[in-house]
């Protein structure tokens, strides 16, 4: 299955890599309600491909994502002055500004919740909804030049998709701390944050990638979105009580396909079939 089309993104297949590019460089790719779309259909795409193993997130033009189309928020609010114009009652469902919110959440939501491996190369801006992509993928590798900011408190509204996963990413204080000052930080403040686990010379990136991307490719695919399903339900449950639960998914693992011939490969001292 061929990626695409996409209308905002541009999307590269590589093999079992999909190289997904945000790709409205004339505005720092800043997040429409189309590229949101696209960005749930890109998911689904991958996973209904069958082959697809891991999705590298980027922005085109230097720049990863200057957070939310403000036209989109500027035509929601009208459709909420309508509204009111009307004098009818706008029910929480019908606001529109909280649906074009709702919307980039479950983004965001489903990006976090994949069993594929994901990756973002992070460059220049990453700003707003942008932070909150960065803080949701696997393996976040940043250029030196990237600049991080979560600039909504200064403009009078909330972070309010972005901080959950910010929280998760970083802890509750350093996510207050950025709020409350609508803070901006360099790469090596976000490496020192851990916001982002590499930080390299722009012309370093692309090598760092397929570094990364060499060690995603040689650990089960199916081992990796197992394993990714029990360390989310450990982000909300005690040790304790997952002990049986985690045994469970062990022992599927161990005598299923992967199991059985990752064993095997180790024993014969070769690579597994799923390696490249």
Same mark, same amino acid.
């Given at each position: ?11 590269? /297949? ?27 259909? !890109? ?118 998709? !972005? ?29 020192? *944050?851990?916001?982002?686990?590499? !930080?390299? /010379? ?5 090598? /760092?990638?397929?570094?990364? *991307? ?15 399903? *029990? ?46």
């Amino acid at each position: 299955m061929s990626p695409g089309p996409y209308e905002t993104l541009a999307v590269r /297949a590589d093999g079992a890599v999909w190289h997904v590019t945000l790709n409205r460089p004339q505005a720092r790719n800043a997040m429409t309600m189309a590229m949101v779309r696209e960005l749930r259909a !890109v998911l689904a795409d991958a996973k209904a491909a069958g082959d697809v193993r891991v999705l590298v997130l980027r922005g085109a033009g230097g720049h990863f994502c200057a957070g939310a189309d403000l036209k989109d928020m500027a035509a929601a609010r009208e459709r909420a002055s309508r509204a009111d114009d009307d004098k009818r009652p706008l029910e929480p469902a019908a606001d529109p500004i909280a649906e074009v919110n709702a919307r980039f959440g479950e983004l965001c939501v489903a990006w976090a919740d994949t069993g594929l491996a994901t990756v973002a190369v992070l460059e220049g801006t990453v700003m707003g909804g942008g932070f909150g992509l960065a803080c949701v993928v696997d393996v976040a590798i940043a250029s030196d030049t990237a600049v991080f900011r979560l600039p909504e408190t200064s403009l009078g509204v909330v972070p309010a998709q !972005v901080g959950p996963f910010l929280v998760e990413r970083i802890g509750h204080a350093e996510t207050k701390r950025l709020a409350v000052t609508g803070g901006t930080l360099d790469a090596r403040q976000a490496l020192a *944050l851990r916001l982002v686990h590499e !930080v390299h /010379a722009p012309d370093a990136l692309d090598g /760092a990638l397929q570094r990364v *991307l060499g060690e995603i490719l040689r650990c089960a695919p199916g081992a990796i979105s197992a394993t990714k399903a *029990l360390l989310a339900r450990a982000r909300f449950a005690p040790p304790v009580a997952l002990v049986r639960e985690a045994a469970e998914v062990f022992s599927r693992a161990a005598n299923g396909p992967e199991g059985i011939e990752g064993m095997a490969a180790f024993l014969a001292r070769r690579k597994p079939s799923w390696a490249p």
